[in-house]
Nanobody, 115 residues
């Protein structure tokens, strides 16, 4: 059974930093990533990383956010720097299993950036 557990959200001022972590278990994962959903908006991709380290980012976070993963720990991280109020959202971890390409979501963690 796949489990996905996020941590690291919180409240920060504009210009501050936060680091999100997501620990997954129960399978091997080809893709691990982060999505976010702000109030009244659709869920959107923030960043994702493959098992060989290839990454892609939303244009809105390029140069400010960095995604990384530890394959031995099945953990993905999102370092968020230079945060702005527009980054305020619930951030969800998403993992895709290698064998069946099934997608699994975490419960979400709130990130709030105050102006």
């Amino acid at each position: 059974q796949v489990q996905v557990v996020e941590s690291g959200g919180g409240l920060v001022q504009t210009g501050g930093s936060l680091r999100l972590s997501c620990a997954a278990s129960g399978s091997i994962f080809s893709i691990m990533g982060w999505y976010r959903q702000a109030p009244g908006k659709q869920r959107e991709l923030v960043a994702r990383i493959t098992s060989d380290g290839s990454t892609n980012y939303a244009d809105s976070v390029k140069g400010r956010f960095t995604i990384s993963r530890d394959n031995a720990k099945n953990t993905v991280y999102l370092q968020m720097d230079s945060l702005i109020p527009e980054d305020t959202a619930v951030y969800y971890c998403n993992v895709v299993t290698l064998r069946s390409s099934r997608s699994h979501w975490g419960q979400g963690t709130q990130v709030t950036v105050s102006s």
